[in-house]
């Protein structure tokens, strides 16, 4: 028995190691990885102590954390110890008012009876900022009665689902109440936009999932059942265009078997339509990360970079499209986990490094702005440092934070000192210190000795001190074919240069001596002609 547990567990600890400690080859093979990130803390509606139902949204601004629930429809606010945080908030509260008592005769001592009743009323306070009500501003009220309109009292969500907090507003998206609600920092109403001005909403109801703004207050909107691509609106919601749609590829074969069809043929088969963006986030040189469902059209750009002008931009220099996983069955049993990456959000931390969060199978991949893959992280379970559906990903600082929907938790990670030395290997890249870069990144081998993109990055470094040679031999070891080939053309050149005399000698002393041979034996062969007659 106790044999057949060693066999066991020596099989399946490879297995259990791949869970949180893997990477991908240049071959595409699974191989033993440090981890990049390892569980640091956790909180949740207990440690809070306020309504936490169902979170949907979480996004970091000015050392706070916001987060956004659709089962509590409320608005959390989260400080940097992790508590929530205090702020002035509207509530209802019971209150004892002294109102006339009409059960009572007026006497000449007590003219105007009166009694004490328990009334509750719509109060401000300040308390810990879990929000559900949300007053109209001065101004909103303002326009409000400009417009002939009646001015609510407060406002409260339906499964809100999407949120972005910047300097311009705080900005939810109210999925179900169909609108998006711009709030002050003080969480007061300050305008609302609930329709949006386009053909392709004739007769479909706008129902916002996810939002992102940029430096301007202009607004990037994911909606529900909307294929055109990101919707963008102007900070007063009007609309503006769609941007960055996913693209359709059709294989070779759909193309020619759809040359062979008719019109009428062609317009009874399956629509070919581009996948629903699940997130959006906005890079402080408004370009938006944006992730998307995998689908056979689009599996090369379930993550994108939009530029301002709608045109994905994302690096894919790495051994692999970054997508999540790159190895996984298809079509199995219910008891496995199949088929490609779910990515539900993406964090961007800093010197172009970018995090995906996959929610099939509860991972975290953490990219480079060249799209390498740096590290892999995250593991599925019920217990306190895993995740079981997790819906948002965020930088608070230097920790990446995981918020699942499921255990109405928060789970903190922190860097390793692998993970640290890598990020600090690539921030001294993006600084131009190459030197420095190059031994860190020796000293990331030493904690991982099978990590390729350690060794493409002292290539690097080699490349452009001049050493070619030595830069070959690093970047084959990286397998990068790509720098191989320019270490290798500035090698060869060089070589040609150091002897480019012994060549030219070469290039003009074998012609000529050939020559030479050729005259001298024609001559010879004419004076022996010659002494033959």
């Not at 608005?75 to 929530?84: M, P």
């Not at 294989?251 to 043929?265: W, Y």
């Not at 002393?509 to 005259?519: A, D, F, N, R, S």
């Amino acid at each position: 028995m106790k044999l057949t547990f060693k066999i066991l567990l020596l099989i399946l600890l490879p297995f259990q190691l791949a869970v949180v400690r893997y990477n991908y080859s240049y071959y595409g093979e699974v191989i033993h990885s440090a981890p990049g990130l390892n569980f640091s803390a956790y909180f949740n509606e207990q440690t809070l102590g306020v309504p936490f139902n169902s979170p949907e949204d979480m996004v970091v601004y000015d050392g706070k954390l916001y987060i956004i629930t659709s089962g509590s429809n409320n608005l959390v606010v989260v400080d940097e110890r992790f508590d929530v945080a205090m702020g002035p908030r509207y509530v209802f509260k019971k209150v004892t008012e002294t109102v006339p008592d009409d059960s009572k005769e007026p006497t000449e001592d007590n003219p105007n009876p009166t009694k004490e009743i328990e009334v509750e009323k719509f109060l401000k306070e300040d308390g810990k900022l879990a929000v559900t009500y949300f007053v109209p501003s001065e101004s909103y009220k303002d326009y409000l009665i400009e417009q002939g309109e009646s001015v609510p009292e407060y406002y409260t969500l339906n499964k809100p689902r999407g949120l972005d907090v910047k300097d311009t507003g705080i900005y939810i998206a109210d999925t179900e109440n169909l609108r998006i609600l711009k709030l002050n920092h003080d969480f007061e109403v300050v305008d609302i936009f609930t329709e949006v001005d386009n053909i392709a909403f004739e007769g479909k109801a706008f129902k916002p999932k996810k939002i992102t703004t940029d430096t301007t207050g202009r607004m990037y909107v994911v909606a529900q059942d909307m294929f055109e691509g990101i919707i963008e609106l102007e900070n007063n919601g009007s609309f503006n265009r769609f941007t960055g749609v996913n693209p359709i590829k059709l294989t070779p074969f759909d193309i020619f078997k759809r040359s062979l069809m008719s019109e009428e043929q062609i317009a009874r088969l399956p629509k070919f339509l581009p996948t629903e963006y699940t997130n959006v986030t906005m890079t402080a040189e408004n370009f938006i990360y944006a992730t998307s469902l995998p689908s056979k059209n689009n599996d090369e750009a379930m993550i994108q970079l939009i530029n301002p002008k709608g045109v994905d931009v994302l690096q894919r220099e790495g051994y692999a499209i970054p997508k999540g996983d790159q190895q996984y069955v298809i079509n199995m049993n219910n008891y496995v986990v199949d088929g490609p990456s779910t990515l539900a959000d993406i964090a961007i931390y800093k010197d172009g490094i970018y995090t995906v969060l996959d929610q099939k199978r509860s991972r975290l991949f953490t990219y480079d702005s060249e799209g390498n893959l740096l590290y892999i992280n995250g593991e599925a379970g019920n217990q306190s440092d895993k995740f079981a559906e997790g819906v948002a990903i965020t930088y608070f600082n230097d920790n990446l934070l995981v918020l699942d929907r499921r255990q109405r938790t928060v789970v903190v990670y922190e860097h390793t000192n692998f993970g640290k030395k890598v990020n600090e290997a690539i921030m001294f890249h993006g600084m131009g210190e190459f030197e420095q870069a190059a031994k860190v990144w020796e000293e990331v081998l030493v904690l991982n000795t099978n990590y390729e993109v350690a060794y493409k990055g002292i290539g690097k470094y080699y490349l452009r001190n001049g050493d070619y040679k030595t830069a070959m031999e690093y970047f084959k070891y990286g397998h990068d074919q790509y720098y191989y080939s320019k270490a290798f053309k500035q090698y060869r050149n060089n070589i040609i240069k150091a002897n480019f005399g012994y060549i030219l000698a070469i290039i003009i002393i074998i012609p000529t001596g050939l020559y030479v041979w050729k005259q001298i034996k024609k001559r010879k062969g004419s004076k022996v002609s010659w002494k033959k007659k």
